[in-house]
């Protein structure tokens, strides 16, 4: 059964106040302990279940100024630190991982001259063969604490920083070979660039090391489509599948990512990643409330993707004449769901006006606005105040459409595209986005 930890901190210059240690997740940070500061300058941090490894904060009473810190195997261990130099003053007791970062560190500080020099150089540039120098010696010094690392990956295998250095490398694309094309280095650069990480224990968890490079990987590898995505989004997570809490953390990361996406049809990835993993139960951390909530928001999410065809919309007009979405026909329908009393509406509604009637108009739009909120008396105030015509105005005095639903409306105003079979095909956009939108399948179009 494992062990706590305790870890004995001696610090010179407090002899009151709380020490906090804390811990990444990713690169955010959270609180894992406290302790007090005795008048001797010690606060001891202990409890009875081990810590998760990873990089660890040690955190002052101003909550300004920290220490990192490794924790890894061994978790009991002292460190003696002055605040006036955490790099050359912090020594540890019964610790050699931390050992080998101090070295790190102090590797680091002695670079850091020749580091700001090149910054402030770069900046003084005039010309490209200025810009090239201070370049080449950027390259340089890159080179310099590679190898730093490279010959630290050599000399002391299996260490927790050795995880880190080896997940920050980078695959190094050999040179072309003929009877490859142009793709090449792309293909090399994305199939290799997991090799060095080690996905089967949960050392990178609490670093910002893997958020890091799921980031550059979904974002500058990933084909930006929600099908590619999805496909990508299953083999990473296949890849968790030895570590729980690196499985945890990816599914986390991915679902998150592409749920607060704010490109528009990434909703799709969230959904898929739902549906493939929280619904079968995989979420394991979850309670029901909180996995009934995310399952519910994906299902919300589920009818009105892009690419789906528009749930059908029922309402009455301004005049309780009924008004059908299926028997509207035009090239293109913008419905736009909106509330007269709410402030983005005010401004965003005759912004959408004024577009319709300069130039969507005459590329066959139509505009459907649905009211959501407010009294049938502020709706019409502001379609008359705001001169809001040639759209066709509705509502669900009954509440029986669903819309809200079908719509995914929680918030206004909301905004969809939809092409002449009534097919979704843009949703969420502001003016200008949908302007450019309407304008290049348009032109696409006619040059087709």
């Given at each position: 059964?494992?062990?706590?930890?305790?870890?004995?901190?001696?610090?010179?210059?407090?002899?009151?106040?709380?020490?906090?240690?804390?811990?990444y997740?990713?690169?955010?940070?959270?609180?894992?302990?406290?302790?007090?500061?005795?008048p001797?300058?010690?606060?001891?941090?202990?409890?009875?279940?081990?810590?998760?490894?990873?990089?660890?904060?040690?955190?002052?009473?101003?909550?300004?100024?920290?220490?990192?810190?490794?924790?890894?195997?061994?978790?009991?261990?002292?460190?003696?630190?002055?605040?006036?130099?955490?790099?050359?003053?912090?020594?540890?007791?019964?610790?050699?991982?931390?050992?080998?970062?101090?070295?790190?560190?102090?590797?680091?500080?002695?670079?850091?001259?020749?580091?700001?020099?090149?910054?402030?150089?770069?900046?003084?540039?005039?010309?490209?063969?200025?810009?090239?120098?201070v370049?080449?010696?950027q390259?340089?010094?890159?080179?310099?604490?590679?190898?730093?690392?490279?010959?630290?990956i050599?000399?002391?295998?299996?260490?927790?920083?050795?995880?880190?250095?080896?997940?920050?490398?980078?695959p190094?694309?050999?040179?072309k070979?003929?009877?490859?094309?142009?793709?090449?280095?792309?293909?090399?650069?994305?199939?290799?660039?997991?090799?060095e990480?080690?996905?089967?224990?949960?050392?990178?968890?609490?670093?910002p090391?893997?958020?890091?490079?799921?980031?550059?990987?979904?974002?500058?590898?990933?084909?930006?489509?929600?099908?590619?995505?999805?496909?990508?989004?299953?083999?990473?997570?296949?890849?968790?599948r030895?570590?729980?809490?690196?499985?945890?953390?990816v599914?986390?990361?991915?679902?998150?990512?592409?749920?607060?996406?704010?490109?528009?049809g990434?909703?799709a990835?969230?959904?898929?990643?739902?549906?493939?993993?929280?619904?079968?139960?995989?979420?394991?951390?979850?309670?029901?409330e909180?996995?009934?909530?995310?399952?519910?928001?994906?299902y919300?999410?589920?009818?009105?993707?892009i690419?789906?065809?528009?749930?059908?919309?029922?309402?009455?007009?301004?005049?309780?004449?009924?008004?059908?979405?299926?028997k509207?026909?035009a090239?293109?329908?913008?419905?736009?769901?909106?509330?007269?009393?709410?402030?983005?509406?005010k401004?965003?509604?005759?912004?959408?006006?004024?577009?319709?009637n300069?130039?969507?108009?005459?590329l066959?739009?139509?505009?459907?606005?649905?009211?959501?909120?407010?009294?049938?008396?502020?709706?019409?105030?502001?379609?008359?105040?705001?001169?809001?015509?040639?759209?066709i105005?509705?509502?669900?005095?009954?509440?029986?459409?669903?819309?809200?639903?079908?719509?995914?409306?929680?918030?206004?105003?909301?905004?969809?595209?939809?092409d002449?079979?009534?097919?979704?095909?843009?949703?969420?956009?502001g003016?200008?986005?949908l302007?450019?939108?309407?304008?290049?399948?348009?032109?696409?179009?006619?040059?087709?």
């Amino acid at each position: 059964m494992a062990q706590g930890y305790q870890l004995t901190v001696k610090l010179k210059n407090y002899q009151q106040g709380k020490l906090f240690l804390g811990h990444y997740m990713g690169k955010s940070t959270y609180l894992t302990d406290s302790a007090e500061i005795s008048p001797a300058g010690v606060a001891v941090l202990k409890g009875k279940t081990h810590l998760n490894s990873g990089i660890y904060l040690l955190v002052m009473p101003d909550k300004q100024r920290y220490l990192e810190t490794l924790i890894d195997k061994n978790q009991t261990f002292e460190v003696s630190l002055d605040t006036s130099d955490f790099v050359n003053k912090t020594v540890y007791k019964g610790s050699p991982d931390n050992d080998l970062f101090v070295a790190y560190n102090k590797f680091l500080l002695q670079q850091d001259g020749e580091s700001r020099a090149i910054q402030a150089d770069l900046k003084l540039a005039k010309t490209t063969a200025d810009t090239a120098k201070v370049q080449e010696r950027q390259a340089a010094l890159m080179k310099k604490i590679n190898e730093y690392r490279d010959k630290f990956i050599a000399d002391h295998p299996g260490t927790i920083l050795t995880t880190i250095f080896k997940a920050m490398k980078e695959p190094v694309v050999p040179p072309k070979p003929a009877t490859e094309d142009s793709s090449f280095a792309y293909r090399y650069f994305k199939s290799h660039y997991w090799d060095e990480v080690d996905l089967n224990s949960d050392r990178l968890v609490r670093t910002p090391v893997l958020e890091a490079k799921l980031q550059k990987y979904f974002t500058q590898l990933v084909v930006a489509m929600p099908d590619s995505i999805n496909a990508d989004c299953d083999a990473m997570i296949a890849r968790t599948r030895k570590n729980k809490e690196v499985f945890k953390f990816v599914l986390w990361w991915l679902t998150y990512n592409y749920e607060s996406s704010p490109y528009m049809g990434m909703d799709a990835v969230f959904v898929h990643l739902v549906e493939k993993y929280y619904v079968p139960g995989e979420a394991f951390w979850l309670n029901d409330e909180q996995l009934n909530k995310i399952v519910s928001r994906a299902y919300s999410i589920a009818p009105n993707l892009i690419g789906q065809q528009a749930a059908p919309l029922e309402l009455k007009d301004t005049a309780s004449k009924a008004v059908s979405l299926y028997k509207t026909q035009a090239k293109y329908t913008v419905l736009v769901f909106w509330d007269p009393t709410c402030g983005h509406c005010k401004t965003e509604i005759p912004r959408l006006d004024s577009a319709y009637n300069s130039r969507w108009k005459q590329l066959g739009v139509k505009m459907i606005g649905i009211k959501t909120e407010g009294t049938k008396d502020e709706w019409l105030s502001f379609i008359k105040q705001n001169h809001i015509t040639g759209w066709i105005h509705a509502w669900d005095p009954e509440s029986t459409s669903n819309y809200r639903r079908l719509y995914d409306v929680y918030s206004t105003p909301v905004v969809y595209l939809l092409d002449e079979k009534k097919k979704i095909v843009a949703k969420r956009l502001g003016v200008e986005q949908l302007d450019q939108f309407l304008t290049r399948n348009t032109n696409s179009t006619v040059a087709n």
